[in-house]
């Protein structure tokens, strides 16, 4: 019984310890980023291999999804014989929830777990500790282009996803089911609101962009450097940035649609 | 030479997201960039509003020519009191235009439907439109109905 209290207290203090050391390592990563021409070469290399190298994915799975949508919509309006309502229900939810929560899923499987790794890989190797001996901090150098990469690409892929969602919804009801256009366009404009729809799913995405990147970048830094180690880390960069995705999303969908 | 290819990608990257904001902003959301119309305001008392939101539609003849833009009780008479705001081109409604709240379809929208007048004097920034029929509410009506008391 003392033991289980002993066990108790000292996994509390070590989620404490790791939280505040997170915290600092996210404060220096924030501003670790140097401004000169070579600091952002060093970003441009990242944002290329985050963001440009997960285009693909984003853009098949949105279509994909605004395609089913648009399906799962016409079925379901057309009982109630509004099936002009389509384009609407597709955009709302994809610009609302679908585009940032997805993207971001995608975005921590694709991209996150290949920084946990690729960081981990290099402390475990021993390039990150080198570094430090040759002058050169590890977290201007390695840590801060690739949190900004991740920062910078999350919402940029959520607005590609979304918009390539809507565009699929339009191919499968306009052009396969029927939908007359004109009508579809203009439900879906007089349903969506720039600044309470679109602007509000980009915040989403940009909350999700720096949490997605913070947990990868600190599981990476943060492993125990061995093959065991960088194996457990990637995994806990998926699990834990989806349950922070998932529950980040209710909140904030409670925050701006729930009335609160 | 393989620095400059990956500059090259990430500017395309940048900017497929600004295009895909700006096709979410404006093909999606409808926003347009003359979105500041003209408009003079003109208010009306009803007794319901029956569902009746701010952002509304005000048409004339199906025809789209403001929106609602406030609504509030007015203490005083216990009525509801809608101001609208119409676009400046539409300057020749007469003062005693008639405002009525109806439903698009069935199960649609409410929306302000106003028929013109004869009145020489056309309605200006502030005038009242004391004319009104207030929304058809399909409860009340079943109820009459369903009591016998419905009267033609």
């Known amino acids: ?133 040759m002058g050169v901090d590890p977290l201007r150098r390695i840590i801060a282009p690739r949190f900004w990469a991740g920062f910078i690409s999350l919402p940029i892929l959520a607005v590609i ?14 052009d396969w089911l029927g939908v007359y256009d004109g009508a579809f366009w203009s439900n879906m404009q007089s349903a969506v609101e720039f600044e309470s729809d679109v602007l509000n799913g980009v915040i989403k995405a940009v909350v999700f962009g720096l949490v997605c990147s913070w947990i990868a970048v600190f599981q990476g830094y943060d492993l125990i450097p061995t093959s065991e180690g960088i194996s457990s880390a990637t995994t806990k960069t998926v699990v834990y940035s989806s349950l922070a995705i998932l529950s980040l999303d209710f909140l904030l969908t409670a925050v701006m649609f729930g009335g609160l | 030479m393989y620095q400059r290819s990956i500059e090259f990608l990430v500017g395309v990257f940048m900017l497929m997201g600004i295009a895909g904001l700006a096709f979410l902003a404006m093909q999606v959301s409808g926003l347009s960039l ?18 009746l939101s701010i952002r509304g539609r005000v048409s004339l003849a199906g025809v789209t020519i403001g929106r ?43 929306y302000i439907a106003i028929s013109v007048g004869a009145d020489e004097e056309v309605l200006a920034d502030g005038d009242t439109i004391f004319d009104t029929q ?19």
Not at chain 1, 163 to 174: F, K, P, T, W
Not at chain 2, 36 to 49: C, E, I, T
């Open chain 1, 1 to 133: 019984m003392v033991n289980f209290i002993i066990k108790l207290g000292r996994s509390g203090v070590e989620f404490l310890e790791t939280l505040g050391r997170s915290g600092v390592f996210l404060m220096r990563a924030v501003f670790g980023l140097s401004l000169s021409f070579k600091g952002l070469a060093l970003l441009v290399r990242q944002l290329y291999r985050v963001g440009v190298l997960s285009l693909i994915i984003i853009i098949v799975s949105g279509l994909f999804i605004g395609m089913v949508l648009g399906l799962q919509g016409y079925s379901i309006l057309t009982d109630y014989g509004s099936e002009q309502a389509v384009g609407q229900m597709v955009a709302l939810t994809l610009v609302r929830e679908l585009g940032p929560v997805v993207t971001a899923l995608l975005f921590a499987g694709r991209a996150g777990s290949a920084l946990t790794a690729e960081i981990g890989l290099m402390k475990a190797t021993e390039q990150l500790s080198s570094l430090e001996m």
């Open chain 2, 68 to 110: 609602v833009s406030n609504v509030q009780l007015d203490r005083a008479t216990y009525s509801a009191e809608v101001e609208m705001e119409i676009y400046s081109e539409i300057d020749n409604l007469s003062t005693d235009s008639v405002a009525s709240i109806q439903t698009s379809g069935l199960l649609g929208d409410k």
């Open chain 1, 161 to 174: 996803f979304s918009a390539v969602g809507v565009l699929g919804g339009m191919l499968i009801s306009v």
């Open chain 2, 134 to 152: 207030s929304a058809l509410n399909l409860e009340k009506l079943i109820g009459a109905f369903a009591s016998g008391k419905a009267e033609f």
């Open chain 2, 34 to 51: 003359d979105a500041q119309q003209k408009s003079y305001k003109v208010y009306a008392m009803f007794d319901d509003l029956g569902g």
